[in-house]
């Protein structure tokens, strides 16, 4: 069945496969130059230009992205919020309101579905946030509430604590053709401020966490203790009986300085409640990986992860011990800790031989506790058990050795 779905996802494809095909064929040619261009590539060329201007974006009236015809169209975009100030461990709900339009309908593919991104910023429109602890970015699904999917508002709502105070907008709309340039998954810039998509949100008297991880990475298998504690903002006194999730994983930083976390496969959230002081401790078991970050989330009653609280980093980077031994042609020795222990991506052991321009690879084995080479040729060796920087373990190197 051939439904306005298939047909907008049909048209994205074939623009996105013509356009390819032009450059294909325009890149060796040298079309700009008229050298070599037969009238069939010129024709691929014409229709490719033709398909990509077909569905280019154009801004419809500044604050919104559309495509020449069968456009998403953003309206009536608003923002508001349950009450204006919120302290202690309470919450606000943030609801955002968009009217989508579209003769194809806003649903799109590759799951990217409607929504829009929120962030709080400052006069300069910069990033801002009460705490550092604070996670003032958030991307909210949107659901269809009233109307239909090819002229219908739709609806997300999302809890910010009083740690996130700041002025919220809409930075971004994204459904049907309505979306970063290229990117399904990306958000189309919206200027919410300047349509009054606002909600200013006043905070005070938050839950600060600090957390405290392993000193060391756990190898796979092994147990480790997480601990940490919290108080409030602005007395420092312990915030007792609250709710603290923690996983283990690995953190990154993003480009805009939020921190995106992702649990170890099976780690999944967990939860300690802080004492009478304060202070939440809590122990578990790396699933067969390696213990690199502690995320420590705020988590509100039934309002789920509201922030992230902290992050612990092993203060100690563990780093391979090779040892080395030549006997003939024969290259052999120990590697400590078992590399096979803290990795489980099927790491080698490598040989590497002295080079004009370096140190090459010339063989690799399953890394282990020991390792043994045979080489086919005199000259300058070393052994390297590469490490794992997001997992902070270093690779570790043998002495050189030369063999005759």
Known sequence: MRGPLHRKVGTFASCQVAIERCRLTLLPIGLEAGAG???????????????????????????????????????????????????????????????LTDPQGVTIPSGADPAVRLQALDMSGRSAAADPQANNRRDVLLSLASGTDTDGDWVGQVRIGAINAGDWQITGVRGGSLHAPNDFTGFAPYDGKAAGAEAVIAGSHWPVLSVSGPATPTASGGSFTVRGRAVWS??????????????????????????????????????????????????????????????????LGPSGLQWVSGVSTPTKTVKFAVTVTVAGRRISGRVSPNPATYRVDAPLTQLQKSTSTGWRVIATSNAGSSYSFTVGSAGRYRVAVPGQTAAEIATGYSASVVVR
């Open 37 to 99: 261009v037969t009238p069939r590539r010129l024709l691929c060329a014409v229709t490719a230009l033709a398909a990509a201007a077909a569905s280019a974006f154009v801004l419809s009236d500044g604050s919104h992205v559309a495509t020449a015809a069968d456009a998403t169209v953003a309206q009536a975009v608003t923002l508001t919020a349950d009450k204006t100030s919120v302290s202690g461990s309470d919450l606000a709900v943030l609801t955002a309101t968009v009217r």
């Open 234 to 299: 602005d007395t420092g006194a312990p915030v007792t009986s609250l709710p603290v999730a923690w996983a283990a994983g690995a953190q990154f930083a993003a480009p805009d300085a939020q921190a995106f976390f992702t649990p170890y496969p099976g780690a999944g959230f967990h939860v300690a409640m802080t004492d009478a002081n304060g202070v939440w401790t809590a122990t578990g078991t790396t699933p067969g990986l390696v213990v690199t970050a502690i995320y420590v989330p705020q988590d």
